[in-house]
């Protein structure tokens, strides 16, 4: 054979020294695609989807928007109430979000914020009007996590030391939850002679002061609003669950538990030992959403006082991308849609309640169960290439 020019015959992606180059592909997106770029999209689907759902219907999408953000953020009281949904969603989130980083899908959320409630119940009915206002908060704020880090802590220890699927145990538990509320509130905690299955009233001492009376104290009016004291409680919940997971020994090795238990066990780390720890702290956040409801709001104990809270931390937490930042934004956008409906089903009366739950389905369903639909998109238009190798 004839030998080759020097620099031909080689072919595409060759060089004139004869060593084959390969292309680099294509490398990974930037952070901000994931933590901020699908979320948007997922959420400019679900309000195109629901614009077509209220067109269908013959009201105008644009007008239904509007509604639904005036009577969000449109004058104080609305936003009082918006950020008032958003305590029980920011609880919720950050009980998902921590099992999520130890593996685990807790759905159980509402079956231990219903709990939890008992035990702020309990700590109101039994103290108030014998301990002062800071001691009263410091136990209702522990009975309450502590009934709901106990609910959550049978199903961590099945997975752990029996292999029962959380996802199953915790799903279970909710319906437990509530035929235990409703045996509680019926035969024991009941006013005797009274027919609707609710507590006795709490003593004044232990209502959680509102967002009206603690900006009075410096001056400051507002509308009068049910958002309260658990709001700054939320605050410093998701404070301490981002110095946890991502600044302390337990919580890498969480953490680590939930990308590999083999890589775990081969660190020396014990997987049971963190999913029952994962558990307890997630119920232990979700118990905290009887603060809101049960010591700031309803002053008294009452059945299905959650109202699907916990479901909804689901797909806060989903679209938070399990960091307490995300979660606390993503919270603020439920309680809006929460608040910002009840306003459209008054303002516009075409759009019946029926109607409304079904916008705030659509958001839960491509922020949640949709949530990776646009990602693979979305990631290959945006990743960066590697460079070429020899």
Sequence with gaps: MLPLPPGEGWGEGSCRSG???TSGGVGKAPAWVDLALVPLVNLVAALIVSGIVVAAVGQSPLQA??????GSFGYGEA????????????????????????????????????????????????LGGILPFPLIFLVAIAMGAAFGAGWAYIPGWLQAKRGSHVVITTI??????????????VYVLIVPGQQSPESRGFDPSTFLPTAKQMLGWIGIE???????????VALVAAAAVWVFIWYTHLGYELRVVGKSERAAVYSGISPDRHIILAMAISGGLAGLVGLNEIMGVQHRLLLNFTGGVGFVGIAVALMGRSHPFGICLAALLFGALYQGGSE?????????????????????????????MFRPRLERLFAKPLPAKA
Excluded: D
């Excluded at 928007?65 to 005036?70: A, D, N, R, S, Y």
């Excluded at 279970?172 to 509130?185: G, Q, S, V, W």
């Design 65 to 70: 928007l509007e509604v639904l953000v005036t």
């Design 79 to 126: 936003i009082g109430y918006t950020l008032y949904y958003t305590t029980n969603f920011i609880f919720t989130g950050l009980a998902v979000a921590v099992a999520f980083h130890a593996g685990l899908f807790n759905i159980g959320g509402e079956g231990q914020a219903y709990i939890g409630g008992l035990g702020v119940g309990i700590a109101c009915l039994a």
């Design 222 to 232: 507002i509308a009068a609003s049910p958002l309260n004291l658990s709001f700054l």
């Design 19 to 21: 060593r084959r180059m």
């Design 172 to 185: 279970m538990f909710n319906f437990i939850a509530a035929a235990l509320m409703t045996y509680i509130m």
């Design 344 to 372: 459209l089903a008054f303002s516009m009366p075409q759009l019946s309640k029926e109607m409304v739950v079904v916008i705030q389905g659509l958001v839960i369903l491509f922020c949640g169960a949709l949530e990776h």
